[in-house]
């Protein structure tokens, strides 16, 4: 009875200690990982936010807003049949009014149904397609294929339809030599065929016989 009394006690002693030992890791587990947790807390504090983030919130911001396209074209014809085409190196909305788009690098080329073509080519400019309207700007260099080439500073032109025009003057040279205006127009008649270059607003030509004679 004796042994069997010990051995009894013996496996009670053996559940406790588990017991105890389950309970005690309950209670430091928890700790230790606290105490991890808050080690790297205090390591972060030393390091600089504004070190570590590329970008502040402010370039965040704006990079949201700029939504960039690259590379886009619009391309369009004419009940004549006359090709037109807008491209630019990018685009992005114009944050004012989002219907409207602000390029870079745009150009223009208008190919009529007679063959003949004409294009722009501007630093930048702004395309709003519901109003049939682009306006290029900076630099605007207006060629045609026969043989005018025309430098302004602002050009307004449709974008499905043969119209163009520079509320300031144009420089260029052409077939009759070189010239400047205070004004110019490109149109089509009342048919929308025949279109043609108008030069208004004091027009000053230096003639050129030689080309005449070519």
């Given at each position: 009875?004796?042994?069997?009394?010990?051995?009894?006690?013996?496996?009670?002693?053996?559940?406790?200690?588990?017991s105890?030992?389950?309970?005690?890791?309950?209670i430091?587990?928890?700790?230790?990982?606290?105490?991890?947790?808050?080690?790297?807390?205090?390591?972060?504090?030393?390091i600089?936010?504004?070190?570590?983030?590329?970008?502040?919130?402010?370039?965040?911001r704006?990079?949201?807003?700029?939504?960039?396209?690259?590379?886009?074209?619009?391309?369009?014809?004419?009940?004549?049949?006359?090709?037109?085409?807008?491209?630019?190196?990018?685009?992005?909305?114009?944050?004012?009014?989002?219907?409207?788009?602000?390029?870079?690098?745009?150009?223009?080329?208008?190919t009529?149904?007679?063959?003949?073509?004409?294009?722009?080519?501007?630093e930048?400019?702004?395309?709003?397609?519901?109003?049939?309207?682009?306006?290029?700007?900076?630099?605007?260099?207006?060629?045609?294929?026969?043989?005018?080439e025309?430098?302004?500073?602002?050009?307004?032109?449709?974008?499905?339809?043969?119209?163009?025009?520079?509320?300031?003057?144009?420089?260029?040279t052409?077939?009759?030599?070189?010239?400047?205006?205070?004004?110019?127009?490109?149109?089509?008649?009342?048919?929308?065929?025949?279109?043609r270059?108008?030069?208004?607003?004091?027009?000053?030509?230096?003639?050129?016989?030689?080309?005449?004679?070519?």
């Amino acid at each position: 009875m004796i042994a069997c009394a010990s051995g009894w006690a013996e496996m009670f002693g053996r559940g406790d200690f588990y017991s105890r030992l389950v309970a005690w890791l309950k209670i430091l587990l928890p700790l230790a990982a606290l105490g991890i947790l808050s080690t790297l807390f205090l390591l972060s504090r030393n390091i600089d936010p504004a070190t570590t983030i590329p970008f502040t919130t402010i370039d965040l911001r704006e990079r949201a807003r700029d939504e960039r396209v690259t590379a886009p074209e619009f391309a369009g014809a004419t009940e004549q049949g006359d090709l037109i085409l807008f491209r630019s190196s990018s685009a992005r909305p114009d944050p004012e009014n989002p219907s409207r788009g602000l390029a870079d690098t745009l150009s223009a080329r208008i190919t009529f149904a007679s063959g003949a073509t004409i294009t722009f080519t501007a630093e930048e400019g702004i395309v709003d397609q519901r109003r049939d309207r682009a306006e290029l700007s900076g630099d605007v260099v207006v060629t045609s294929s026969t043989g005018y080439e025309i430098t302004t500073e602002h050009l307004i032109s449709g974008m499905r339809t043969i119209h163009a025009e520079t509320p300031g003057a144009v420089a260029g040279t052409g077939p009759p030599g070189d010239f400047t205006a205070g004004r110019m127009l490109l149109t089509t008649d009342e048919n929308g065929e025949n279109a043609r270059l108008l030069f208004t607003d004091g027009v000053k030509l230096l003639y050129d016989p030689q080309d005449t004679k070519e």
